[in-house]
């Protein structure tokens, strides 16, 4: 009996695994299948030796994730900026010997600085003086700002952090630089967005000039507008804070403002006498339904701007001009505009087969998590895919009741790139979020559910998870 218990608890060797589990386990770097069942522990991952290539796969991401972090804290721990920057500034130490992501993102930033011994200097002084440097997020801007150095109030050797708060420290090193009149936080984001023409609003503000005769504006802003644009919430872009402005000015409030981030509204400011009479429309409907406003923005779009496309053949087709160039908001009424909204959804989920478009996809990769555990039967694979057909977008569309089939011509063009998160559990596979991203801006643009609601806090925790892991952005209003 003794020797039964004693041959009953022998060890397994890697040798007695499948071809497969054996490589896997080695590519884990793990001498011995006890070893792993104990690394899937404490990792949560499910302890059998029976996996297929998905679930391979997110254990590799785990494992060089993990590597990848001992490696930057080692790396964070023993470097020394000091005597780092002037040899990445004299191209001594190239990007790709590089290890730590600051340094790499530093060594980007003097590749495309115009004034690189001046971002040098203010490297150096902030290095003794902030904590801007000790991770990614403010390099960009501190670039920017040395680019500006021409228009600079005062010398950064003046200027010593007061706040621990990195955003506050960065607000405050950019005033010191650039403003000598109060600038709205909002406008922070202009150093981070590449767009020079909103830099130079920030220093037009900064040197008590009135937002109203900067250069280059995309819409006229009346007195009481300007007043407003100053004072929108921190986390707005400069286009946001633009409809900001002009929603409050004709009596609009926060919850329609908020309503149209996100929306073409923010994207684009052409025609924008006609989008005013849109937004008088919501203003003059309060009890309308906010959550409307991103569907019927779309449908009066489509309508009104989208060109129509006939296809001759599968693939190919020829553009004739929109279906109702001459809509007007005069008349309408809620009820029949979101009739009108509704019906144009049923034609959308009716398209014909022979329309369908298909694109490459873009060089962002896919997202695959799995939660749970088989013992607890309570597994969860939660994935984000790309959408590369319009068969796709209608499918996506039917089943989660918006518009997104109508972004079919932008992916084709590279203009958008649509994707989908999905969960599979015991029940099946269901679809639970659309996400739009800018691919040339790497920026999350959109996230929408069924009838287009928000996304939960668990399912924005999953898109910041992609995001980090694929360097993408989600804008502040997600």
């Not at 109060?182 to 609003?201: A, L, R």
């Amino acid at each position: 009996m003794a020797q039964k218990s004693k041959k009953s608890k022998r060890k397994m060797r890697i040798e007695e695994c499948s071809p497969e589990m054996q490589e896997h386990i080695h590519q884990l770097g793990i001498p011995s299948v006890e070893g792993y069942k104990a690394w899937c522990r404490t990792h949560n991952f499910n302890q059998g030796l029976d996996k297929n290539s998905r679930q391979c796969q997110d254990e590799l991401y785990v494992f060089t994730r993990t590597q990848a972090i001992k490696v930057m804290a080692k790396e964070k721990k023993d470097r020394n900026l000091k005597e780092i920057l002037p040899k990445i500034y004299n191209q001594e130490l190239r990007s790709e010997k590089l290890q730590n992501p600051v340094l790499r993102t530093i060594s980007a930033a003097f590749e495309s600085s115009i004034a690189p011994q001046v971002f040098l200097k203010l490297l150096l002084h902030l290095e003794d003086n902030s904590d801007l440097l000790k991770d990614t997020t403010y390099i960009q801007g501190i670039a920017a700002l040395a680019n500006h150095h021409e228009n600079w109030l005062q010398s950064p050797e003046t200027w010593k952090a007061k706040k621990h708060n990195r955003d506050r420290q960065f607000s405050e090193l950019a005033r010191h630089l650039l403003a000598a009149y109060e600038v709205p936080f909002f406008m922070d984001s202009v150093w981070f967005n590449g767009n020079v023409t909103h830099q130079n609003w920030f220093k037009h503000i900064g040197t008590g000039q009135n937002i109203r005769t900067a250069r280059d504006m995309p819409i006229p802003l009346t007195k009481k507008m300007a007043h407003h644009f100053l004072k929108a919430p921190r986390h707005y872009t400069i286009e946001e804070a633009l409809r900001w402005g002009q929603v409050h000015a004709l009596g609009g409030d926060k919850y329609l403002t908020d309503a149209l981030r996100g929306t073409r509204l923010t994207q684009t400011f052409s025609n924008d006498n006609f989008w005013i009479n849109v937004i008088r429309f919501f203003i003059a409907n309060p009890m309308l339904d906010v959550s409307h406003a991103n569907p019927i923005i779309d449908y009066i779009w489509h309508q009104k701007y989208e060109n129509q496309r006939v296809f001759v053949e599968r693939g190919i087709g020829r553009e004739i001009g929109p279906a109702q160039p001459n809509f007007s908001m005069r008349g309408r009424t809620p009820e029949t505009l979101l009739r009108q909204v509704e019906a144009w959804h049923g034609e959308l989920g009716r398209e014909a087969k022979g329309g369908e478009l298909e694109w490459f996809g873009s060089e962002i990769g896919e997202f695959h998590t799995l939660e749970g555990s088989e013992e607890a039967r309570n597994m969860k694979f939660w994935s984000i895919r790309e959408l590369l057909s319009s068969d796709e977008l209608i499918d996506e569309s039917r089943a989660l009741k918006h518009c997104v089939s109508t972004y079919a011509r932008s992916c084709h063009t590279g203009r958008s790139s649509i994707w989908s998160m999905e969960i599979e559990d015991e029940n099946g596979r269901r679809k639970i979020l659309t996400i739009e991203v800018a691919p040339q801006a790497k920026i999350i643009r959109q996230v929408r559910g069924k009838q287009n609601r928000s996304a939960t806090p668990k399912e924005k925790d999953l898109l910041g998870r992609w995001a980090e892991q694929e360097g993408l952005r989600l804008a502040g209003y997600i």
